[in-house]
């Protein structure tokens, strides 16, 4: 069954410095979106993208955020300088049609 | 805003003890209610949708239904492997086609043999 992979698992990085995550969606779906999940909180949307554009993002997705799709398969979430709460776990996510299905996550620790 | 809110937050229940969990939510116009399946330090997975009052859609021990207010997670003769936080989420109508998902903040079910 096709499921939707993200890496690394972990990520450990300084405080300002740029990471990427990298998803790869289940290849026939079209919508993608990035997720994450602080510690004991609530599952929180950052984006979506559609059609190699964003469609909606959250008041989170500020300007240090970015999404990218750079070939036909990968999806990558970038963080250009990291704050210490931008600690969380990370999910990808696509769907086909309503409903979507989501990667495994990275956790990020920002020291 | 689209808002969810699940109850109860924890909930011990012995091997075979059936019970039900609550996801109460405020949406612009419901396009579908999701329930998910969380382990600790993975991803969500997917259970059910449903899209309209009334409707009911059942998994092996699980069966899950929906009014126009709430949706309940009805978990019948658990086993401990049934142990997880079960997430529900509302797609609302508000944001065009982006289908974005909120989220409620779980509730984390043990089951002890």
């Known amino acids: 069954e096709p499921e939707v992979t993200q890496t690394p698992s972990h990520q450990v990085t300084q405080m300002g410095q740029e990471v990427i995550l990298r998803c790869v969606p289940i290849?026939?779906?079209?919508?993608f979106y990035w997720y994450r999940q602080i510690l004991g909180q609530k599952v929180e949307f950052l984006v979506s993208?559609?059609?190699?554009?964003?469609?909606?993002k959250s008041e989170i997705f500020d300007d240090q955020f970015s999404v990218e799709r750079p070939d036909g398969s990968n999806f990558t979430l970038k963080i250009r300088s990291t704050k210490l709460e931008d600690s969380a776990m990370y999910f990808c996510a696509s769907r086909p049609q309503e409903t979507q299905y989501f990667g495994p996550g990275t956790r990020l620790l920002v020291l | 805003e689209d808002q969810v809110t699940q109850s109860p937050e924890a909930l011990r229940l012995q091997e075979g003890e059936s019970s039900s969990l609550n996801c109460s939510y405020t949406?612009?116009?419901?396009?579908?209610l999701f329930w998910y399946r969380q382990d600790p330090g993975k991803g969500p997975e997917f259970l059910f949708t449903?899209?309209?009052a009334g409707e009911e859609k059942e998994k092996e021990r699980l069966k899950a239904t929906l009014t126009k207010k709430e949706s309940f997670l009805h978990i019948t003769a658990p086993k401990p492997e049934d142990s997880a936080t079960y997430l529900c989420?509302?797609?609302?109508?508000?944001?065009?086609?982006?289908?974005?998902?909120?989220f409620g903040k779980g509730t984390l079910l043990t089951v002890n043999p």
């Open positions: 989420a509302v797609q609302g109508g508000s944001g065009g086609s982006n289908y974005k998902l909120t």
């Open positions: 993208f559609y059609n190699n554009e964003i469609s909606e």
């Open positions: 290849s026939n779906h079209l919508y």
């Open positions: 449903l899209y309209s």
């Open positions: 949406v612009s116009g419901l396009r579908g």
